[in-house]
């Protein structure tokens, strides 16, 4: 009986191709032959081809395969290596750390060399459920060792603006609102939106990258 094959699209295109690089460069360097190569396939993947395969059982022989010694690179001037919105708030967490003066380097390389050492994942498109939450959560606390006293120094700013230019009322609605996150939470989120607002106060912009970390759901008045 012939097997159907699986509609091709654009991760399993990505799998695919990963696959047959990390076949060609373990051969190379570890000596990993053909029949040893169908063997993970079949044993790991539950399918003799790719072909055949469904893009969980890719994902489970990349993996496998990493832990023979592959390693995925991103390619040069890839922007993003994010697949998922959780993926998405990482890297914006990596941007805000560089905004808050933290983080010196917010590339690409020096994220996925962060994310190789907390999550000990080379590529953080393959990023997945527990692993993620873990990421989050430790650059969130790593980012509230530094967040507090930069809202205190952006409230301090908008004091001495407003000495010597009066604030408009669209001003002092911003200022109030981080006013009222602040005293509704000491969390990130609140002061998130807290610094937020105190930038738009002052007439600074926020990367459009940092979207991903605004809550899902948002604080009455914003």
């Not at 699986?6 to 032959?33: F, M, S």
């Not at 890297?91 to 560089?98: C, E, I, K, T, V």
């Not at 967040?147 to 609605?173: G, T």
């Not at 000491?186 to 738009?200: I, N, P, R, S, V």
Request: charged share 25%; with cysteine.
């Amino acid at each position: 009986m012939t097997t159907a094959k699986i509609p091709a699209n654009n991760r399993r295109a990505t799998l695919i191709k990963l696959i047959h690089v990390a076949k060609r460069e373990l051969g190379q360097k570890h000596g990993l032959d053909e029949p040893t190569y169908r063997s993970i396939l079949l044993s790991v993947g539950k399918s003799a081809s790719l072909t055949t395969m469904g893009v969980p059982g890719m994902v489970d022989v990349l993996e496998h395969l990493k832990t023979k010694g592959f390693q995925v690179r991103p390619k040069a001037g890839d922007r993003s290596q994010t697949i998922n919105p959780d993926a998405s708030k990482v890297r914006a967490l990596w941007l805000f750390l560089h905004a808050l003066g933290v983080v010196n380097d917010p590339s690409e390389r020096a994220l996925a060399a962060y994310v190789k050492r907390i999550a000990k994942v080379d590529d953080l498109r393959w990023v997945r459920g527990s692993v993620t939450d873990t990421l989050i959560e430790t650059l969130k606390k790593w980012a509230m060792r530094f967040l507090p006293d930069a809202v205190m120094a952006l409230r301090r700013e908008v004091v001495q603006l407003h000495q010597a230019n009066p604030l408009s009322a669209v001003q002092i609605e911003r200022v109030e609102y981080a006013q009222l996150c602040l005293h509704r939470g000491q969390g990130f989120d609140m002061h998130w939106w807290a610094w937020e607002a105190l930038m738009q106060v002052l007439g600074r912009p926020v990367l459009a990258d940092l979207a991903a970390l605004k809550p899902a759901e948002e604080t009455n008045g914003h």
